[in-house]
């Protein structure tokens, strides 16, 4: 069974300019996940989604950040125009179809640096 | 709101020794999961293992097990016959058992493996 994949794995821009992440959850499974890891903390969720709906995007800053869900299976989460403190690993999960099972599979993340 | 505590930034261990490393957790739920997540330098979040809330008896998985005391919100883990591949930040983390079911996560203990 194939894991999450996610591109591209780094990604250095300017502040003020755009990136975009792309996500291919695991085969089946209705729950994707967006975390933020900032260096030295632990992932924080930033939108949630259960096919293509959003379940939870409170913690996600929509003045620059965006997401979709694409039929319900790849996700992009956009950053524009990105900020300094945006500079973390952004990390997407997925989990099997009912919003109360419990285990997440995470990709390998996208480290993405702003300078 | 939903905390996760872990008080070890760092600990190391000499190969086949035994560690463990502790965490606390606060929420007002009764219902939960709690999960020990592995990160090496790889990025790659993999699970460690998992303790549902509800069940007394504590988790193990080869050579790692759990210590749960639902009381006192504490959740640690014993890594017996450390070994170099245990080298990682190991995240304690938990999730709701219904509903919108995001892990939250603690900040995280760097554990070296000492050949």
């Known amino acids: 069974e194939a894991g999450v994949a996610q591109s591209p794995r780094y990604k250095i821009i300017e502040k003020r300019q755009s990136v975009a992440f792309w996500c291919n959850p695991i085969?089946?499974?209705?729950?994707l996940y967006w975390y933020q890891q900032i260096l030295g903390q632990g992932p924080k969720l930033l939108i949630q989604f259960q096919n293509n709906g959003v379940v939870d995007d409170s913690q996600l800053p929509k003045d620059r950040f965006s997401a979709e869900r694409l039929k319900g299976v790849d996700s992009t989460l956009k950053i524009q125009p990105a900020k300094l403190e945006d500079s973390a690993v952004y990390l997407c999960?997925?989990?099997?179809?009912?919003?109360?099972?419990?285990?997440?599979?995470f990709g390998p993340g996208t480290r993405l640096t702003v300078t | 709101a939903q905390t996760v505590t872990q008080s070890q930034p760092e600990m190391s261990v000499q190969e086949a020794e035994t560690v463990t490393l502790s965490c606390t957790y606060d929420t007002s739920e009764n219902n939960y999961y709690l999960f020990w997540y592995k990160q090496p330098p790889s990025r790659q979040m993999i699970l460690v293992i998992r303790?549902?809330?509800?069940?007394?008896q504590n988790a193990t998985e080869n050579r790692f097990s759990v210590n749960f005391q639902k009381a006192a919100k504490s959740f640690s883990l014993k890594i017996s016959d450390s070994q170099l591949g245990d080298t990682a930040m190991y995240f304690c983390?938990?999730?709701?058992?219904?509903?919108?079911?995001?892990?939250?996560f603690g900040t995280g203990t760097r554990l070296t493996v000492i050949p």
């Open positions: 983390a938990f999730t709701f058992r219904t509903g919108a079911n995001n892990l939250f």
């Open positions: 085969s089946g499974h209705a729950t």
């Open positions: 303790q549902e809330a509800y069940k007394q």
């Open positions: 999960a997925s989990s099997p179809r009912d919003l109360g099972e419990s285990e997440q599979y």
